[in-house]
């Protein structure tokens, strides 16, 4: 997983944070595999004081893989394994220039036949770097699974 962000246009994080998250939130992680290579990932968590939410942290595909569904396909595991079954909500952050996210999680929607809203969560000025946009809560549900 850290190698895909690595060599792409995601959020970099620690190699740890990857490691944590499989370990610690393995029921809420998807991984797509091609020949023993990781071409797209989601790492997820529920929140403790909102088990009906499923909260997206990261969610990437290969560069070389795009444009086949990966995503949508990961999304849609997660969202249908049992420890989401009392999930109603898919939750993400997303800043206003990710287009290609801001477009996932609105057919994520459409799919389900349920509304995606978007409301403002982070200003830029709690991020420590310059430069870093708002993040914007995507909020997809409530889900007909």
């Not at 290579?37 to 990437?60: H, L, S, Y």
């Not at 801001?102 to 310059?130: I, K």
Request: aromatic share 10%; proline share 4%.
């Amino acid at each position: 997983m850290w190698e895909l962000v690595n060599n792409s246009t995601l959020d970099q994080n620690s190699p740890y944070k990857y490691i944590m998250m499989c370990e610690y939130f393995a029921e809420t992680c998807v991984v797509a595999k091609e020949n023993d290579k990781v071409v797209g990932f989601v790492t997820a968590f529920i929140p403790p004081k909102r088990q009906d939410v499923v909260f997206v942290w990261q969610i990437g595909v290969d560069a070389s893989q795009r444009g086949k569904g990966i995503a949508s396909k990961l999304l849609n595991e997660l969202i249908n394994r049992k420890v989401c079954e009392n999930v109603n909500f898919v939750e993400a952050t997303i800043t206003p220039s990710n287009k290609a996210s801001q477009s996932l999680f609105r057919r994520l929607a459409r799919e389900h036949n349920t509304t995606c809203e978007v409301s403002d969560l982070f200003g830029e000025e709690l991020f420590p770097t310059e430069g870093h946009e708002e993040e914007l809560n995507f909020r997809v549900g409530p889900l007909n699974k």
